[in-house]
């Protein structure tokens, strides 16, 4: 086997397992960084390939501008991943409308106390 062989086989193998990665990953921020390896391999084999330009535009559009904006829109959205699923998100605003209450009705007592006192 020849170097050329090897990294042509260390290329595709990292870009495969990063672009499932991308799918598969239920952080956001990780699939885009997933993403931007994606593109670094797919440059790697390009140049493999003898293709310079094309290789330097994927880095220059692709990973420069189009995966950086991606990382910037899903960075500013701040999208809150929840590992328990929406279940847990709806048993949080149950309990916070339940503490809301309790709260309202024990002021609701001291009020009446105060009154017959």
């Given at each position: 086997?020849?170097?050329?062989t090897?990294?042509?086989?260390l290329?595709?193998?990292v870009?495969?397992?990063?672009?499932?990665?991308?799918?598969?990953s239920?952080n956001p921020i990780?699939s885009?960084?997933?993403?931007?390896?994606?593109?670094?391999?797919?440059?790697?084999?390009?140049?493999?390939?003898?293709?310079?330009?094309?290789?330097?535009?994927f880095i220059?559009?692709y990973?420069?501008?189009i995966?950086?904006?991606?990382?910037?829109?899903v960075?500013m959205?701040?999208?809150?991943?929840?590992?328990?699923?929406?279940?847990a998100?709806?048993?949080?605003?149950?309990?916070?409308?339940?503490?809301?209450?309790?709260?309202?009705?024990?002021q609701?007592?001291?009020?009446?106390?105060?009154?017959?006192?």
């Amino acid at each position: 086997m020849t170097i050329h062989t090897i990294l042509f086989n260390l290329f595709a193998s990292v870009a495969m397992i990063s672009a499932t990665l991308v799918i598969l990953s239920k952080n956001p921020i990780n699939s885009v960084i997933f993403l931007i390896l994606v593109f670094c391999n797919a440059t790697g084999l390009l140049l493999l390939l003898k293709v310079e330009l094309l290789a330097m535009m994927f880095i220059i559009i692709y990973v420069g501008a189009i995966a950086v904006l991606f990382l910037f829109v899903v960075m500013m959205l701040n999208i809150k991943v929840n590992p328990q699923g929406v279940k847990a998100e709806i048993f949080l605003e149950k309990k916070k409308k339940l503490t809301e209450l309790a709260k309202l009705d024990e002021q609701e007592n001291l009020t009446k106390e105060r009154l017959i006192s």
